[in-house]
């Protein structure tokens, strides 16, 4: 089986399909891939909703089982199957039950989150054996109520049956002389307001990479994220915002416009302008062969969400308000923030008890 890319007709729009081992599409898969399309899913999550469902297909194809005929008992030997490597997963060799997992906790929900979106999808449609992954569950006391909770509450809301435990991770953020040294291992301004772009806005790679020259306001200091489509696949995860940064990032960019940018007729801000095809908008696969490059220069295996990670940590721990900090990042609630940087708490309160002397002077010993 083959993940494959195809152009949506009339739109032009790219977009993923999956192609059986006859090389024909597989016909359920490729309507609910082309649902996401229209529904305005970004190219990248329907490529990787394509490579689950590949998996799902691949899994049922050893099992013998049609997609129509399978139930929540399959899926949990699908999550196992998951787990294996490629012998295992063929039957070609056995698999001992020390072996350690093909692929992490994190990546089997979100696969298992692609086949709970397939199914509602089939019985929103009268196909298949209905809402397979589905649990009603009654709502309970505490945590985060969600907008209208009171006209809501008690009601049955649906959640998934089937989900492994994830392990908490903390976000890996870079200190400040591994910022300066990935800076200072770039060879071009255009690369080096890349990542000080990350560095002082918390953006995403491609949000960066969808930036035009409209959305930076030189005079107010002031870099706006759009959510459009962009030439070259990138796009703002999030909705709009706008976020205030430094003189001295606008002042790079000037500097990059003048010495590298030129002459060249481009709404985007980072675009080619070494490698053909010349004044293309820069592609994440360009920018992500940069990263590997620096990577062997300085010795750091980094990536570039690190920026967004250190840029919300050094706010926070700089006594930026969590909600200033949430609306920076884009997310869409305080709560998405709070879940990602929560261990920030603890850490800080040791600080402050350290600087107040309490945890390095004592008036009473034991």
């Known amino acids: 089986m083959l993940v494959h890319p195809v152009v949506v007709p009339g739109s032009g729009s790219r977009s993923w399909t999956v192609l059986g081992d006859d090389d024909v599409p597989v016909v359920p898969v490729d309507r609910f891939l082309a649902y996401l399309t229209d529904i305005g899913r970004s190219p990248n999550t329907v490529k990787a909703y394509a490579h689950d469902m590949k ?27 998951l787990q294996l490597p490629p012998a295992g997963r063929s039957g070609e060799v056995a698999v001992l039950p020390s072996s350690v997992p093909e692929v992490s906790v994190a990546t089997v929900n979100r696969k298992l989150a692609a086949v709970s979106v397939f199914y509602a999808h089939q019985a929103r449609n009268d196909e298949g054996p209905g809402d397979l992954l589905a649990a009603w569950r009654a709502g309970g006391r505490g945590g985060w109520k969600p907008f209208l909770h009171h006209v809501s509450k008690g009601k049955p809301y649906r959640g998934r049956a089937i989900t ?62 759009v959510a459009r489509e962009n ?63 620096l990577r062997a220069r300085t010795g750091l295996d980094f990536d570039p969400h690190w920026f967004r990670h250190s840029a919300a940590t050094r706010w926070l721990r700089n006594g930026v308000s969590i909600e200033v900090v949430s609306k920076l990042l884009g997310h869409s609630s305080v709560t998405t923030t709070s879940a990602t940087y929560g261990h920030l708490t603890i850490e800080d309160a040791r600080a402050a008890l350290e600087k107040a002397g309490w945890l390095t002077g004592r008036e009473v010993t034991w």
Not at 190 to 217: Q, Y
Not at 231 to 259: C, F, M, Q, W
Not at 271 to 282: D, F, L, V
């Open 55 to 81: 998996d799902l297909w691949q899994f049922l194809g050893f099992r013998g089982l049609d997609w129509r005929e399978a139930r929540l008992e399959d899926i949990a030997e699908f999550v196992a199957w």
């Open 164 to 225: 492994l435990k994830v392990p908490k991770k903390l976000p890996r953020i870079l200190t400040v002389a591994e910022t300066q040294a990935i800076l200072d291992a770039c060879d071009r301004l255009r690369d080096r307001f890349f990542f000080a772009l990350m560095h002082e806005t918390g953006c995403r790679a491609g949000e960066v990479l969808g930036l035009r020259h409209e959305d930076i306001a030189a005079a107010e200091c002031e870099i706006t994220i």
């Open 231 to 293: 030439a070259n696949g990138a796009r703002a995860k999030s909705g709009g915002r706008t976020v205030p940064v430094g003189p001295e990032l606008i002042r790079l960019y000037a500097d990059y416009l003048h010495e590298e940018y030129g002459s060249v007729l481009s709404d985007y801000v980072f675009i080619n302008i070494w490698a053909e095809p010349k004044g293309r908008a820069w592609s994440y696969p360009a920018a992500y062969d940069l990263v590997l490059r």
